[in-house]
Nanobody, 126 residues
Framework: QVQLVESGGGLVQAGGSLRLSCAFS????????MGWFRQAPGKEREFVTS????????YYRESVKGRFTISRDNAKNTLYLQMNSLKPEDTAVYYC???????????????????WGQGTQVTVVS
């Protein structure tokens, strides 16, 4: 069973930065895509960004392009989300997700990710 554990959330002022980490373990040989989703209070969980294991292609929702960066460190078995220029509307619980999505070219569907972390709270205040 693949396990994902997020960390790095917190309270930050608008314009500030945070880096989230997702430590993964277990039989990860079946994973070809990892990503980050978020859920704000009273809203549905939404796609934020993802990265393909082969080729490291990345995908971002429009509202975070240029501000957020997804990356991974295979040696440390860790996925990262660097968030800069944070806005109050980025406030949410952020979830790390992993799955075997190939051959689908769609990476933003929640139901396609088999493994999920417990989430970490990010709060941005103005």
């Amino acid at each position: 069973q693949v396990q994902l554990v997020e960390s790095g959330g917190g309270l930050v002022q608008a314009g500030g930065s945070l880096r989230l980490s997702c430590a993964f373990s277990g039989p990860t040989f079946s994973i070809d895509t990892m990503g980050w989703f978020r859920q704000a209070p009273g809203k549905e969980r939404e796609f934020v960004t993802s990265i393909r294991w082969t080729g490291s292609r990345t995908y971002y929702r429009e509202s975070v392009k240029g501000r957020f960066t997804i990356s991974r460190d295979n040696a440390k078995n860790t996925l990262y989300l660097q968030m800069n220029s944070l806005k109050p509307e980025d406030t949410a619980v952020y979830y790390c997700a992993a799955g075997q999505l190939y051959p689908s070219v769609i990476v933003s569907r929640e139901r396609d990710y088999e493994y999920w972390g417990q989430g970490t709270q990010v709060t941005v205040v103005s």
